[in-house]
């Protein structure tokens, strides 16, 4: 239980709020975000690169999400957003390998929210392949080819890459977001979560002048 809260920023937010960053129209390295040395490369060079890292057991990753929904509405053309699941242990591994399945099989984006929901919502426990399986037939996946994709080399390929992306951003807790593989945006830098979405907005207009 230690281990978890301090992988998942047990400290993440004292409540400055929105208001304290009203004002701010430049933010600074070192102190609102810090540079990923080296810069790591973009799987699409003539768009900004934007990575949300999560756990979905991760309480503030759940709380992340009202704010981020709102911002996703809204994101430029030449914005590149995705998300990538974090695995510092086996338990964060079994949700990963549920998000990549979700993804293959076309359902993410109608679950997603949803599986925050049960799990810090309703609290419950969906931390092994037949309850996921279980909690993915809601949106009409066969149980049995959930599973089979679950174990495929597809996703065992992508939780392997995972594992390698996210250490070499050198991401220690969650939520995080990365900008252009250049930037790494933490909670305890930002301090909230508008303000992890300001510093986002800030570096990507950087990165789109510079292109």
Known sequence: MRKFWLV???????????AAFANETEFAEGVDYQLIKPAQATDDSSRVEVIEIFWYGCPHCHRF?????????????????????AIFNANWEV????????????????????LFHQMHVEHKSLNTVEKLAKFYAKYGVDE????????????????ARTKDMVQRYGVTGVPALVVEGKYLITGPMAQSYENMLKITDYLVAKERKAK
């Open 144 to 159: 049995a080819l959930f599973k089979k994709t679950y174990r495929s080399f597809v996703v065992n390929t992508k939780v």
């Open 8 to 18: 998942c920023v047990v400290m993440f937010f004292v409540s400055f709020g929105h």
């Open 65 to 85: 999400e009202p704010a981020l929904g709102p911002w996703l509405k809204n994101v430029p053309k030449d914005v590149n957003f995705y998300r990538l699941p």
């Open 95 to 114: 949700h990963a390998r549920a998000y990549f399945t979700a993804d293959i099989l076309g359902v993410v984006e109608k679950s997603h929210g949803a």
